[in-house]
Every structure is written in C-alpha cells, then in structure tokens.
C-alpha cells in the first residue's frame, strides 16, 4: 500500500514540475477592466503586479494568482483571483471575476495609452 502511494505520489509530483509555468503568457484585454499581462509567473494589471503560478486541473489550465483583481489593479490577499484558460480557433482568452463579475479577457494588444 505504502508503495503504490509513493509511486502515485511521484507521478502527480513529476507531472506538476514538466507543466510549462509560461504557458498562459501573453496580453490579454477587456473593454471594463484594462490589460493583464501574464510574463513568466508574474501578473500585471494596472501598475501593479502579483505573482501567479499555472495549474492543470480536469476543467483545463488555470493560473492562480497571488492577490484578487479589480477593476484597476491587484489588491494583496491571501484568497487570490483564479484565471480559467479557453483556447478556440480564434482567439485565446481568460475568464476571471472582478469586481463580483464575470469578465473575459481576450488575448491581443493593450487598449491602454
């Protein structure tokens, strides 16, 4: 018993560390809530910035992000904001709440100036 748990154990491990941490990377805009711009584990929305590390899960890739997105910013708690990734033919996007809403991100350029 104690055998099949470590090699379960060992397999998960191993499958966590070959996961690519800049696989979600890229800018990504909405008309409400600005530009985040994902670059090799770290966050920027606004003038702010959060680290965030990706995760595979059963519903697909997620980066989990060390603070709670707003309208504006990042704001530091522990609970933080988790972005859901959706890959179609057209465009990669990310799907997040900010503010108490759905918001999509779309990947692209900056609308900011």
Do not use: W
Not at 31 to 53: I, M, N, Q, S, Y
Request: charged share 25%; with cysteine; proline share 1%.
């Amino acid at each position: 018993m104690a055998v099949a748990l470590a090699v379960v154990l060992v397999y998960v491990v191993g499958q966590f560390r070959r996961l690519n941490q800049t696989e979600m990377d890229g800018t990504y805009v909405s008309e409400c809530c600005g530009t985040l711009v994902l670059k090799a584990g770290t966050l920027e929305h606004g003038r702010d910035r959060a680290p965030f590390r990706v995760a595979r899960y059963k519903f697909g890739l997620v980066a989990e992000v060390g603070g709670r997105l707003t309208s504006d910013g990042i704001e530091r708690q522990e609970d933080g904001s988790v972005l859901q990734m959706s890959e179609n033919t057209q465009a990669r996007s990310v799907a997040t709440v900010v503010a108490g809403r759905d918001v999509i991100f779309t990947e692209g350029t900056s609308h900011e100036k």
